[in-house]
């Protein structure tokens, strides 16, 4: 009898000593270095993502189709609605940088329209508009475009051309001619830039200074800002001349 009483007490304190120990090994698990350290580093990469801020950066908008008349006007359409800025403002440079007067004429959601003069048909400019606003967003963006300059001529038309002494050419208008900021670009027959100037404009002729002018090779002349009396945007004319 006693015997088994004494059993039955043993196996009252195993059962207890089980039922203590149980927790005390779920918290050795929890408390091994490896995994707590593993716990804390996810807790913290979790907090520090909730803390850092959304990228807030303004998406461009889709420029479409870039479009030159002869009346001098760059249209500019959107392949979105956009909304414009109170800073508004559009630049156009030529292929070596040199920038280009123009302004802008017309606005709507979907087209802008730039007043230019200048520009030389077949010639790449890059166009630049700041002051709109960027996709799903209260930022300003900076749109830039590339495009070649397209039915930008003059009714002005040359009649003779002729070579003076080394290093002139003479360009005869076959009506009155004006000018404002009038330039010259001079190419050879390989397309190379030729270094030239306007040494004079008159309303009948306009005379180039072309340097280091050579004998038998042909050169294309290219005059930015002329037009008539009666057009009211200045445009290009171009013409071939070989020296003999």
């Known amino acids: 009898m006693k015997q088994r009483r004494v059993k039955s007490i043993l196996a009252g304190a195993l059962a207890m000593s089980m039922m203590v120990g149980a927790p005390t090994v779920t918290f ?25 801020p959304a990228n807030t950066k303004a998406k461009a908008q889709e420029v479409g189709k870039v479009t030159c008349t002869s009346a001098g006007k760059v249209n500019i359409s959107f392949k979105q609605k956009v909304t414009y ?23 709507n959601k979907s087209l802008l329209t730039v007043s230019v003069s200048g520009l030389v048909k077949g010639q790449k400019y890059t166009l630049k508009i700041d002051g709109i606003l960027g996709k799903e967003s209260a930022e300003a963006v900076v749109i830039e475009k590339v495009f070649t300059a397209k039915g930008m001529k003059t009714q002005s038309k040359v009649g003779k051309a002729s070579v003076e002494g080394k290093k002139f050419v003479v360009l005869k208008m076959k009506s009155a001619a004006y000018y404002k900021d009038a330039q010259v670009t001079v190419k050879d027959s390989k397309g190379n830039d030729c270094a030239a100037k306007i040494v004079k404009k008159a309303k009948g002729n306009v005379k180039v200074q072309i340097t280091s002018m050579k004998k038998g090779e042909t050169y294309t002349i290219t005059i930015n800002g002329i037009k008539t009396k009666k057009e009211k945007n200045y445009g290009s004319i171009t013409r071939t001349v070989t020296v003999k």
């Open 85 to 107: 800025t109170d800073a508004l403002r559009a630049v156009i440079t030529d292929e070596s940088g040199r920038e280009i007067t123009c302004k802008i004429s017309k606005k």
């Open 28 to 52: 050795a698990q929890q408390s091994d270095g490896t995994n707590t350290a593993a716990a804390v580093e996810t807790r913290a990469k979790k907090q520090e993502e909730t803390k850092k």
